[in-house]
């Protein structure tokens, strides 16, 4: 098992470039490969996440080449071109990967098994397969949770849904599946999700309309295959944008960062601490904004976090308790219940980690409660969970002795190079076998 062993160190400097977005590239592919012509995409995360959506795209008859670091070209073979895959489609860690398969795959005339690691067949599938049933799918899961088998055949029609959670995978995988489906499909958003599909489908010819909440996808004839871009991830950016605030003694940039207002809810957070970020460099990759993130000293001081902030930093909030547990003061989290069935219940996960380190806390039913203080060293178990771990090796900018965090292969599903990119901005991070 991969452990990291992270020194004390004094501080981070320079600057860093996160490797691309692992939304847009799970997107691209998928989009890419029912698309009408060659698609290429430049940027794209190599993390094994996105690994796994593209063997399941070639396991579907999908031609997928990979020309240099970080290009695609994928062959697209129509919206009706897939062919039966011969075994399971193993998603791997990627929650994205599956639930937006099974939008994708509902509407097929084959049938097909969804299947992952340990961490993806505890996750809860019936959120999007309940909906896909009203538009007429045959989908069965196992109590809830992966393997999921969906009976191929059935004609979809398009449906107007109310979405019980706030989820842009739900959301992603109803316009999929109205891509296919008879009549308009429209998704009705409790709060503001991720909007990579919705901007992607557009770049690729659909029509796709969002006002207020009310997501609406006209099913095309067909999709133009389009060239993608993939900026840098927000999050991955995120682990280097706190470890700026909280151990940085000169300005530190992140470059290149995806800055898609629906994703950087953090930046909002840590402004409301006191954190002095500013975005310069703004400009656009394709149907996305990009800004380069600059980060100067600050003390930052425990806020309560706005409840409408959570679904913009949902996959933030690992490394936001590390900027809390460096705060001056209380940091109250509630409302984030979804963080309980990430890649680990990541509240219950963190919460184990910070108190190893000396961090007092309470556990909610949706959150936490931290209050700040310095970190001890100690051995903190990760869970699995790729956020986790890094997050715990940049808690080590103000710990006063060593920290390992157990169970880090994962870290490679979204951040291939984490730990040298981490090393050569002066963490003290070493990967143990
Ligand atoms: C994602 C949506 C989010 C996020 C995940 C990626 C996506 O999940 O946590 O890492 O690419 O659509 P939910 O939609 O389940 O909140």
């Known amino acids: 098992m991969i452990r990291y062993r992270v020194a004390p160190s004094t501080g981070i400097a320079g600057e860093a470039r996160v490797p691309g977005d692992k939304s847009i590239s799970h997107r691209a592919l998928m989009l890419g490969a029912i698309a009408s012509g060659t698609t290429r995409v430049s940027g794209f995360l190599e993390g094994e996440d996105c690994l796994a959506t593209m063997r399941a795209v070639a396991a579907l008859g999908v031609q997928v080449s990979r020309p240099g670091p970080g290009e695609v070209v994928?062959?697209?073979?129509?919206?009706?071109?897939?062919?039966?895959?011969?075994?399971?489609?193993?998603?791997?860690?990627?929650?994205?990967?599956?639930?937006?398969?099974?939008?994708?795959?509902?509407?097929?005339?084959?049938d097909s098994v969804l299947v992952g690691d340990e961490s993806l067949m505890r996750r809860p599938m019936e959120r999007v397969a309940t909906p896909l049933r009203a538009m007429g799918a045959t989908i069965q899961t196992s109590d809830g949770r992966p393997p999921v088998r969906i009976s191929g055949g059935m004609p979809l029609h398009g449906i107007r849904y109310e979405m019980p959670v706030a989820s842009a995978q739900l959301k992603s995988a109803l316009l999929l599946a109205g891509l296919r489906a008879a009549g308009d499909t429209t998704v009705i958003e409790p709060a503001v999700t991720r909007d990579h599909s919705e901007r992607m489908l557009q770049a690729f010819g659909c029509e796709v309309s969002s006002v207020d909440g009310v997501v609406t996808l006209r099913p095309p004839?067909?999709?133009?295959?389009?060239?993608?871009?993939?900026?840098?991830?927000?999050?991955?950016?995120?682990?280097?944008?706190?470890?700026?605030?909280?151990?940085?003694?000169?300005?530190?940039?992140?470059?290149?960062?995806?800055?898609?207002?629906?994703?950087?809810?953090?930046?909002?957070?840590?402004?409301?601490?006191?954190?002095?970020?500013?975005?310069?460099?703004?400009?656009?990759?394709?149907?996305?904004?990009?800004?380069?993130?600059?980060?100067?000293?600050?003390?930052?001081?425990?806020?309560?976090?706005?409840?409408?902030?959570?679904?913009?930093?949902?996959?933030?909030?690992?490394?936001?308790?590390?900027?809390?547990?460096?705060?001056?003061?209380?940091?109250?989290?509630?409302?984030?219940?979804?963080?309980?069935?990430?890649?680990?219940?990541?509240?219950?996960?963190?919460?184990?980690?910070?108190?190893?380190?000396?961090?007092?806390?309470?556990?909610?039913?949706?959150?936490?409660?931290?209050?700040?203080?310095?970190?001890?060293?100690?051995?903190?178990d990760s869970g699995g969970d790729h956020r986790v771990a890094m997050s715990f090796a940049i808690a080590s900018l103000r710990a006063s002795a060593p920290i390992e965090i157990l169970d880090v292969?994962?870290?490679?599903?979204?951040?291939?190079?984490?730990?040298?990119?981490?090393?050569?901005?002066?963490?003290?991070?070493?990967?143990v076998a």
């Open 221 to 380: 004839a067909r999709l133009e295959a389009a060239n993608v871009e993939v900026p840098g991830d927000f999050s991955s950016a995120a682990f280097f944008i706190v470890a700026a605030c909280i151990g940085a003694h000169a300005p530190f940039v992140v470059r290149g960062v995806g800055v898609n207002p629906t994703r950087t809810g953090l930046l909002e957070m840590l402004e409301l601490m006191g954190a002095d970020l500013r975005l310069v460099n703004r400009r656009t990759c394709g149907a996305e904004p990009v800004a380069d993130i600059e980060i100067r000293p600050a003390v930052l001081r425990g806020i309560r976090v706005p409840e409408r902030l959570v679904p913009l930093s949902i996959d933030e909030f690992p490394a936001f308790f590390i900027a809390a547990a460096c705060a001056e003061g209380e940091t109250l989290v509630t409302g984030a219940e979804e963080l309980r069935v990430k890649e680990s219940d990541r509240i219950a996960v963190m919460a184990r980690g910070l108190g190893v380190l000396g961090i007092r806390h309470e556990v909610l039913p949706g959150g936490l409660r931290i209050e700040g203080g310095g970190f001890g060293g100690g051995v903190v």
């Open 74 to 110: 994928i062959e697209g073979v129509g919206l009706d071109g897939f062919r039966a895959p011969s075994a399971p489609l193993d998603m791997g860690n990627a929650g994205t990967a599956i639930r937006l398969f099974m939008g994708l795959l509902s509407s097929q005339a084959f």
């Open 409 to 431: 292969a994962n870290v490679a599903t979204s951040f291939p190079g984490f730990a040298t990119l981490g090393r050569s901005v002066g963490l003290g991070i070493e990967e």
